[in-house]
């Protein structure tokens, strides 16, 4: 039986040859239960020796294959590439500096072998070595998107999971191009099992993930999986309103029954009206644009990426290829 094993790869030169080791000894490991290996690299326009490190690699072991995007797409590209070029009955993703733990997968293969789930996904347990404030948003965010959305994305849910060959059939018709992978896979469904491990820290190199990057794939999660915040700004437009209205009854009644006429006093909290409903409209408006960006982007229909190379490259191929 086959078992793909996707490596997204940007700027992983120093990762590689560890991950590479730790691949091979899974394979030895597995390989008296009959379990064979596609290895495939996605190297998502690395600037470094990410490229020369994985054609390395293909030159000594057929079980490796890639694919080189032509430019820096991003993890969520690479993923889908990869699985998209995955030919095996099983398929994980792991990423290129060993956080994910290469250790796992023997469990999450006999779990899917003793058919108890469909996926089997890794998940954080610590948030150990990671910038403190960067875990406390990472928490916020889980908690706020899980409030709003229908399916449950788990806190410390990571892209690492093992997955049959119809989850990632599923995982592919899912087409859109602003992709948010941990919604996605939820999103699916299928029966997943859970398997904690602590923090790993990563192996060599540093982390791609900027806290402005993450913050702008909060937003793209919440985007693309709810239109709660639309309705959000519905909502506070409609109190903000309803609050003008009473106020304007209450003035009303002031001045005409009551016949209280003192304006001018009320001028500072006129201003503090006027910036407030001005500050909801904005609101609503980036809101709005948010959505409407997002449609705009996904009608062009462009592809989620484009590929420059792959190991068939350069081969003969057939003539109709
Ligand atoms: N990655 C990628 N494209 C990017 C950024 C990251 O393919 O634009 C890959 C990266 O090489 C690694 C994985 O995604 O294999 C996770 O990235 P990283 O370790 O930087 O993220 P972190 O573990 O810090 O969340
Ligand atoms: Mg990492």
């Known amino acids: 039986m086959l078992i793909s094993l996707i490596v997204p790869c940007y700027n992983e030169e120093q990762s590689l040859p560890f991950l590479y080791k730790a691949l091979c000894d899974l394979r030895n490991e597995l390989a008296p239960d009959g379990k064979s290996f596609e290895f495939i690299f996605v190297n998502d326009g690395s600037t470094d020796k990410t490229k020369d490190v994985i054609k390395y690699m293909a030159s000594k072991d057929g079980d490796v294959r890639y694919v080189f995007f032509s430019r820096n797409f991003g993890k969520e590209a690479a993923m889908y590439a990869g699985l998209e070029a995955s030919r095996g009955e099983y398929v994980a ?31 954080r347990v610590t948030r150990k070595g990671e910038p403190i404030i960067r875990s406390f948003f990472a928490r916020r965010f889980y908690k706020l998107i899980n409030r709003m959305i229908e ?16 989850v990632v059939d599923a995982i592919l018709s899912v087409s859109e191009r602003q992709r948010f992978s941990k919604g996605i896979f939820a999103w699916v469904g299928f029966r997943t099992k859970w398997i904690e491990h602590v923090n790993v820290e990563r192996v ?35 109190s903000s309103a309803s609050a003008a209205f009473l106020y304007m009854i209450y003035y009303f009644i002031r001045a005409v029954i009551l016949r209280i006429y003192d304006t001018v006093p009320g ?55």
């Open 151 to 166: 399916v449950e994305i788990a806190d410390g849910a990571r892209d690492f999971r093992l997955m049959r060959r119809i």
């Open 267 to 321: 001028y500072p909290s006129l201003l503090c009206f006027i910036l407030f409903i001005g500050g909801l409209i904005l609101m609503a408006l980036g809101v709005l644009g948010e959505y409407i960006g997002r449609t705009y982007i996904e009608t062009k229909g462009r592809p989620i990426y484009i590929k420059a190379e792959d190991e068939n490259s350069g081969r003969t191929t057939s003539p109709d290829t």
């Open 93 to 123: 993703i792991l990423d290129a500096d060993m956080q994910d733990p290469p250790s796992l997968i023997p469990e999450m293969v006999r779990s899917l072998d003793s058919d108890e789930a469909d996926i089997v996904a890794a998940r």
């Open 204 to 238: 060599a190199g540093e982390t791609k993930w900027s806290f402005w990057k993450l913050f702008k794939y909060a937003i793209d999660g919440i985007v693309a999986f709810t239109t709660a915040p639309l309705r959000l700004a519905t909502i506070a437009g409609f």
